[in-house]
């Protein structure tokens, strides 16, 4: 689903981001990226959802290589990438139904097909009848909840998440872990960003470590080939 060949970042005026990463990750996985502030770890994100370009080596997703992609096809390409960010990013002046709306008015559904895809989305994070309420108005983990149903409301192929438990305690963060869990077992390629080692080491999931730019793999299953 997603494979990186010998990528290298480097923004303009600044330092390498990323040196040489390569790796994979299977349609379907679930894998943890961790690593220290400034490892690397948005970057390697944001080139998956083209927000970025390599400064060397080659980004595929969903068989295809970002590089050769054309300006009218990025909107097409992050249809398939549903993200997570730590701070939801909601609209505060909107409703829990306009704000997972969003991506699917970008889109150009029909207010019905819309009004069916925001209803399951909310559904498969528990949030079902909250579609009138204003973000404002819900706990840290709800607000994250409607973040994550946003982010699949295009039902996306791959799911990322930058520190999505930032500010949860730990029993709203294990909460929302395993709504990604669940994401996974239909078939969803999940791969979240965290600093929460506690967590990652209790989901006992596959996990891929950046290290001032570079890559190494620690546990989870699979025989993978880190380069
Ligand atoms: N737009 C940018 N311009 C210049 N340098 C950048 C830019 N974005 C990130 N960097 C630098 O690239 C490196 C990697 O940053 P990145 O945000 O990917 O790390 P991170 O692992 O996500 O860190 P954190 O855990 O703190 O979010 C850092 O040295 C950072 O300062």
Redesign the pocket.
């Known amino acids: 689903m997603v494979r990186f060949d010998r990528v290298s970042?480097r923004?303009?005026?600044?330092?390498e981001?990323?040196t040489g990463v390569s790796f994979e990750l299977q349609r379907g996985e679930f894998a943890f990226l961790t690593?220290?502030?400034?490892?690397?770890?948005?970057?390697?994100l944001?080139l998956m959802m083209l927000m970025?370009r390599p400064s060397r080596g080659q980004v595929f997703v969903d068989g295809q290589n970002l590089g050769r992609m054309s300006s009218g096809q990025i909107p097409y390409h992050r249809r398939k990438v549903g993200v997570v960010f730590q701070n939801h990013q909601l609209l505060f002046d909107r409703s829990v139904y306009e704000n997972v709306a969003l991506p699917l008015q970008i889109a150009g559904y029909t207010p019905a097909e819309a009004g069916r895809r925001v209803r399951a989305a909310l559904d498969s994070v528990g949030l079902l009848g909250m579609e009138k309420r204003n973000p404002i108005e819900l706990s840290g983990g709800e607000q994250q909840r409607v973040g994550i149903a946003r982010a699949v409301v295009n039902k996306p192929a791959l799911l990322l998440a930058?520190?999505p438990t930032g500010n949860l305690d730990p029993e709203l963060s294990a909460e929302i872990m395993n709504l990604f869990a669940r994401f996974q077992q239909v078939g969803v390629t999940v791969l979240i960003?965290t600093?929460d080692i506690a967590l990652v080491e209790r989901m006992g999931s596959r996990r891929i470590i950046?290290d001032h730019?570079q890559m190494h793999e620690a546990g989870g299953a699979g025989d993978w080939h880190v380069g």
């Open positions: 970042k923004y303009p005026g600044g330092k981001a990323l690593g220290h502030s400034g490892a690397g770890k948005s970057t390697l944001k970025e930058d520190e960003a600093h950046l730019g």
